[in-house]
């Protein structure tokens, strides 16, 4: 049997930044996976936490990385967790582990006596959320996506109010609507600075940026459909198009092969983009996954994107989350299963030919997106820490004054949003 987790804390001293008062100024503590989806909004709160003069603590399990250079004041708690295995034994292993963690977690929540507790999602985080509604602690949810997440489902009923980033989410009871407040998908700040960078359409001759990303690990399919549907169209558009692909280590020869002979304007093939602010503020279209992560980029930026969802994410949570975009035209969705050459090569030709269509989904993309988010979320935790009434709805305001924007974006590009 493994041995017990180090509670033991890095980073600052108690957790609290010098000079502040910890009984008047109690800890925050965020509680979140180890994934990309559940820290990046971690950290954005964290960083406006911080600037607003207020001490936070991160607690993970230990697969969960820390803000690392980025926040290294921020300390960090691990302790235990899992997700449900297969069978019994993988679950029974599963429900021990949380077990332990909701242990640590109780015994953590009395050494910091936080003012509250904010969780991201994933299963690291229902220990620690547990703990601090069990401790009758102020406990604030952050859904990333348009499905609630398992985890959070676990602790609605406890919370007193769950962040969201879409207009409408799927497995949410009736009775714990009234929590919500709209804040959106806080993004890198990297992300946020480009907010205002404007959509320039392709012209009738000029280039066309292509920007293709699977997530993190890249997505097999695009390697193979993307360089097909190229091939299929005529030759004097694809020596328009630069086309830039984010590929699988595995898939990077032979998707380089397929594409070299095409006659592209430019073609480059990475297997991990670190400069993706830039790629999508430059792009004229992308073709992407539709994560949370990725929706809030895309959407905060402003840029027209062919989504096509991950078929086997859970509760198919990528599908709702495109589905509100193509709703609001912002972008076009695409089922895997639909995303065959001849498909997107017909999808292509007619936004190449229709650069109206590309620009308005931009601003559709733009009307729906905010770089607000973590402001938003700040307000949210600090306004339930004060007992008041729910924080301002952030994203349903940036929405209101972007309406006419979106009606009209919708009118143009509706035809085709979703199939």
Partial sequence: MRRPTDLSTTGSNAGFPTGFDANANKVIVLAAGGTGGHMFPAEALARELLARGRAVTLVTDKRGHAFGE??????????????????????????????????????????????????????????????????????????????????????????????????????????????????????????????????????????????????????????????????????????????????????????????????????????????????LAACHLAVTRAGASTIAELTCIGRPAILVPYPHATDDHQTANARHLAQAGAAWLVPQPSFTAQALAERLSALLADPQALAAAARAAHGWGTADAATALADAVLAMLDGGPAAHDHADSDHDQSQHARRSSAGASAKGAAE
């Fill in 70 to 279: 980025n926040l290294p004041e921020v300390p960090v708690h691990r302790i235990r967790a899992a997700s449900p295995g297969a069978g019994i034994v993988g679950k029974l292993k599963a429900a021990l582990q949380m077990g332990l963690g909701l242990l640590e977690a109780r015994a953590l929540m009395r050494r910091l006596d936080p003012a509250a507790v904010v969780g991201f999602g994933g299963y690291p985080s229902v220990p620690t959320v547990y703990a601090a509604i069990q401790s009758k602690l102020p406990a604030l949810l952050h859904e990333q996506n348009a499905v609630l997440g398992r985890a959070n489902r676990m602790l609605i009923a406890g919370a007193r109010r769950i962040a969201v980033a879409f207009s409408d989410i799927e497995k949410l009871g009736e009775a714990q609507r009234a929590k919500i407040v709209r804040t959106g998908n806080p993004v890198r700040p990297a992300v946020a600075a480009r907010r205002l960078s404007p959509y320039e359409a392709p012209g009738a001759a000029g280039p066309v940026r292509l920007l293709v990303m699977g997530g993190s690990q890249g997505a097999r399919i695009f390697s193979e459909v993307i360089p097909a549907a190229l091939a299929l169209l005529p030759e004097e558009m694809r020596a328009r198009i630069h086309l830039a692909q984010q590929c699988r280590p595995e898939d990077l020869e032979a998707a380089r092969d397929a594409l070299e002979p095409l006659g592209l304007a430019r073609l480059e093939l990475q297997t991990f983009f670190r400069d993706v602010p830039e790629r």
